[in-house]
């Protein structure tokens, strides 16, 4: 993070490398148009860029700082585009390729539309501590650091958040 604060382009980098994935993953489930995840890490990096130099590792780990920001502008991002798509700003998002393969394949594509369905039907505050568990990979510890509640709270968040999708997956197999 030094060489990040000292502009060393090297260090971002490194830093895109080591973290760019998962928060790309966290940021597809907890946008409302998972496109666009990879525009929002854009400006993630951009701004830990610029405020290199105000992280405190006395405050928490880099992974902790970096999936504060993207809680953070993930919740900007869908408040902004909501609304612009409830008054019709915004083009409707284009359709994904859902193209058969091997029937294994489409199962597996089928139970996992199941659950990125049901995890956006959380809610808010379980989808982001089961995303930055799931995507992220984050312990709990950091995941309640990234959503500054208690650790305590996060593990609620987090058994709340299995149950509600046990449930809802375990009814669709059923039905």
């Known amino acids: 993070m030094a060489a990040l604060a000292r502009g060393e382009r090297q260090a971002l980098m490194r830093l895109i490398a080591l973290y760019g994935p998962g928060l790309r993953r966290y940021m ?3 946008l409302h148009q998972p496109g666009e995840a990879e525009d929002v890490a854009q ?6 860029w610029k405020h290199a130099g105000k992280y405190d590792p006395a405050k928490g780990a880099v992974s902790t700082w970096l999936y504060r920001m993207a809680v953070n502008l993930c919740i900007d991002h869908n408040r902004r585009t909501r609304f612009r ?14 193209t058969p393969g091997a029937e294994g394949g489409l199962a597996a594509r089928q139970q996992l539309d199941r659950v990125r369905g049901a995890i956006a039907l959380l809610p808010e505050r ?3 501590a089961i995303l930055l568990k799931a995507a992220g990979e984050l312990s709990t510890a950091e995941i309640a650091a990234a959503l500054s509640v208690s650790t ?6 987090l058994v709340r958040a299995r149950a509600a999708l ?6 669709e197999d059923r039905t």
């Not at 400006?43 to 830990?48: D, G, Q």
């Not at 305590?152 to 968040?157: C, F, R, T």
């Not at 046990?166 to 009814?171: I, T």
Request: hydrophobic share 40%.
């Open 28 to 30: 597809a489930g907890a």
């Open 166 to 171: 046990r449930q809802m997956v375990d009814g």
């Open 85 to 98: 798509r409830f008054v019709g700003l915004e083009d409707m998002p284009e359709p994904e390729d859902v």
């Open 43 to 48: 400006e993630l990096f951009l701004r830990a």
């Open 126 to 128: 379980q989808r982001r």
């Open 152 to 157: 305590g709270a996060a593990e609620q968040l």
